[in-house]
């Protein structure tokens, strides 16, 4: 395992995390599943997922994510399926395999137990808990540099985060979806949240799949915390919609990361509905600052 905490001071040059798997699939004609996403592609088509890896590799990308946002034990029994050790293993070889001989890390992606837009749970707390426990072991026993909770929109599922990765030294971030009113979907205000996180052993605070104009909302309203990121969602439609397809080009997404770099984040990257032509463009224009 690298360094507990892989990002430097907010005056470095931020590491541009890849974009998306699934919806990027999507746009390949590559159907996806809707209980376990692209989790079946990873033994189905095993080279694709790796050419994907590698594109972004190519296109810059510091941190590749892991096709593992359905790999998790409760996505898996819910289609039928109790072998999320071997489901897991699987996804991450192709990570660290198309990352193989060059420096770039491998976030394990660990994602809300049920959908990630659902309000409210279903699941008991203890099933929650033996969720997250497991498939967080399990990113880290098959090698990830640090696990990747994103999409995060509950507050008993990030205490369950917080306190599992802590207990352990797993080295984690914890990546927000938030709402228009700047609160999560259990209720709480981002404001609350923060500081709960700041309160933990995170390497960074991230957030993902809100729009661009949120994001703005968002960062010129609170205090940011020391070391953050984030990864906007670059789709048309709605969030909910089961086929992705590209709203926000490369080009009109830079200008949102133009105007985030006077908040000094210490990753960037982008969800839903981007590609690696997003990644090579906020490669391109980071490769062309200055930083002190």
Known sequence: MLLKNPFKTKSSKPLVLDGAMGSYLQQKGILTDNVLWTTNINHNNPDLILKTHLEYINAGADIITTNTFRTNPASLSKAGI??????????VHLAKQASMGSKVLTAGSNAPTEDC???????????????HKYHLDLLIDSGVDFVLNETQSHFDELKIICDHCDKNEIPYIVSLYVLDNFKILSGESLDN????????????????????????NIIGSIQLPERWGYYLNCGSGLITDKIISCGIQPDEYLKFVEKSLE???????SCCGSSPAHTKKIREYLDGQIYS
């Open 117 to 131: 837009y659902q309000k409210e749970r279903t699941l008991s707390n203890n099933e929650l808990k033996e969720n």
């Open 263 to 269: 908040y000094k984040p210490v990753f960037i990257g």
């Open 82 to 91: 109790d072998t999320a050790a071997e489901y897991v293993k699987e996804a």
């Open 193 to 216: 949240i923060l500081s709960f996180l700041r309160d933990h052993g995170v390497i960074a605070i991230s957030f993902n799949c809100i729009s661009p104009n949120l994001f703005l």
